[in-house]
């Protein structure tokens, strides 16, 4: 079982005791459950930066640092992890290595899941503004 917590504790429990497995601590709050894909894990945090941990033994993958606090949980399709700021971006990196593969400006703070359908990723706004992007951006 895999958990947040807004002190920025990322925590792997036994799934039949609930013993804490490892931990894994950031410096800053998560507000989003982890997306899970193979052996990583993948979660942003309120400072901005994408986590990639593995999830057997909490050990960091790669982070990267964007540009404005992650509120929403990662979406993951594909080599691509995408996610939302509340700086008004929204942003594919590759999941294997945490680099960035685009970043798109949208005209309001994004701080809802992304939703991936029939090859297009959908991004909604606290402006009420829908987006949608195919994998190399617009």
């Not at 990639?52 to 080599?79: C, N, Y």
């Not at 960035?100 to 992304?114: N, S, Y």
Request: include cysteine; aromatic fraction near 10%.
């Amino acid at each position: 079982v895999l958990t947040t917590t807004t002190a920025g504790v990322l925590l792997g429990c036994d799934v039949r005791t609930g013993a804490v497995r490892w931990r894994y601590k950031a410096a800053s709050p998560f507000y989003a459950a982890p997306a899970v894909c193979g052996d990583t894990l993948y979660v942003g945090s309120l400072d901005g930066i994408v986590h990639a941990v593995r999830w057997k033994d909490g050990t960091e993958a790669w982070h990267t640092a964007l540009e404005g606090p992650i509120d929403a949980a990662v979406v993951i399709s594909g080599a691509y992890l995408y996610l939302g700021t509340l700086k008004k971006h929204v942003v594919a990196l590759d999941r294997r290595t945490g680099a960035v593969a685009w970043t798109e400006e949208v005209d309001g703070r994004v701080k809802t899941p992304l939703t991936v359908a029939f090859g297009r990723l959908l991004v909604a706004t606290d402006e009420r503004t829908v987006f949608c992007y195919g994998q190399e951006g617009r």
